[in-house]
């Protein structure tokens, strides 16, 4: 597994890949992607595709927003779901973290969406509950500027 910088010729398989994989959640809560929206936040964060075998399998987008990254999406291709990359892709983004002066890393992830339980077990703890969404956070240590 590898990663590559995110090219504007990206954006289809971002959206592509956010509705199939989110599509009964997006449905369940009654939310609507915008695509054009997402496209020009992909823009403005720190996305990387990721790649096995030279094949594009998913992407994460992150943003800082001092005094800490907010990891926005992540996404993986569900033929390669169940298989570790998940964690992989987390790890890499802590690694991705490091030196950027930032205290912690959050996201947001919808309850019913098992990607919360990998959290869990990768050290982030509920920091407030949002209704449908959890908000969590993990303390880290910095070394490495991606910014």
């Known amino acids: 597994m ?9 954006a289809e398989f ?4 956010v509705e199939t994989n989110m599509e009964t959640y ?15 936040e992909l823009l403005k964060g720190f996305v990387r595709i990721v790649l096995w075998n ?5 992407f994460y987008h992150l943003s800082k927003k ?3 990254v907010y990891i926005h999406l992540i996404q993986i ?17 802590e690694a991705d973290t490091m030196g950027m002066n930032i205290q912690e890393i959050k996201l947001s ?10 959290n869990e077990r990768l050290g982030y703890q509920i920091e407030e509950d949002r209704g449908s969404k959890l908000l969590m956070s993990k303390q880290i240590q910095v070394n490495q500027r991606i910014f």
């Open 2 to 10: 590898r990663f590559r910088p995110y090219q504007p010729s990206d």
């Open 14 to 17: 971002c959206n592509s890949l």
């Open 26 to 40: 997006f449905e369940a809560e009654g939310i609507i992607w915008d695509r054009q929206r997402y496209e020009s």
């Open 54 to 58: 030279e094949e594009d399998i998913g």
């Open 66 to 68: 001092d005094p800490h």
């Open 77 to 93: 291709a569900a033929d390669y779901q169940n298989q570790g990359i998940g964690s992989r892709v987390m790890q890499q983004i």
């Open 109 to 118: 992830v919808l309850k019913k969406n098992p990607a919360r339980q990998l």
